[in-house]
């Protein structure tokens, strides 16, 4: 008996050799494309640490040569590695589009504090690490000085988080003096008192104990007198002149 020909499954198997074709064709099309422009972004607006230019020069240091390149020969993981190296930057992603243009996304470190103190100066990071000056941009952000124990990393690094993500504290903290003892004092903008902070316990009371002292206060002509704020004592702010 002479079996039937299934003429659909003969077209389906057809289309689908087909399909696999044209797509090993574009993917080896796409591989061989050249590498015709290299286009950064710098996602985070608020800080210019780095430029789109400094950024480029680092993609193309992991160039294989110095004349254009195609896809096949880019390392996407080794681009993003010495870009994340970068002292600089938080984190990016590298990938290349259809047309043959080299995208990178770069997110920008944000300098919390610039510490000043016998081991240089230097700026903090959202997670408490060590960031370099840089050359083209000096943020404006409380000044530290003296030396913060190891321990006491992450919670001076909460304080400070609190400080930048807080529009009053942000534009009234501008220094912060560490005791030996790890204890704190704030110097602040408008007034020549002094803050007691005091250890880096119950950070959010004592600064809206702090706030809501400066609310209250401020039509006070007094304020202007105060030597020392003492936010020390969670359950009340005590002034001396």
Not at 98 to 110: M, N, S, Y
Request: aromatic share 12%; net charge positive.
């Amino acid at each position: 008996m002479i079996k039937k020909i299934n003429w659909f499954d003969v077209f389906l198997a057809f289309v689908i050799a087909a399909l696999f074709a044209l797509v090993a064709f574009a993917n080896q099309r796409n591989n061989a494309r050249y590498i015709e422009q290299i286009d950064v972004k710098l996602l985070s607006s608020n800080n210019h640490f780095i430029t789109q230019e400094m950024v480029e020069k680092s993609i193309i240091q992991t160039f294989p040569r110095d004349s254009k390149i195609v896809n096949s020969e880019l390392n996407l993981k080794k681009i993003e590695d010495k870009l994340n190296k970068h002292p600089m930057i938080a984190k990016s992603e590298v990938f290349v589009d259809v047309d043959g243009k080299l995208h990178a996304q770069v997110t920008q470190k944000k300098a919390m504090a610039r510490v000043m103190n016998g081991t240089g100066s230097f700026y903090i990071d959202e997670i408490g690490d060590k960031m370099p000056l840089s050359n083209q941009f000096s943020a404006h952000v409380p000044v530290v000085y003296g030396e913060l124990k190891p321990k006491n990393k992450e919670v001076f690094s909460e304080l400070l988080n609190t400080i930048s993500n807080d529009e009053f504290l942000k534009t009234t903290i501008t220094g912060i003096k560490i005791n030996p003892d790890q204890s704190l004092i704030f110097t602040v903008r408008d007034y020549n008192y002094m803050v007691e902070f005091g250890h880096l316990k119950e950070i959010e009371k004592k600064f809206d104990n702090y706030k809501a002292f400066v609310h209250y206060s401020k039509n006070d002509t007094l304020i202007g007198y105060y030597k020392n704020v003492n936010l020390r004592f969670t359950e009340q702010v005590v002034c001396t002149k």
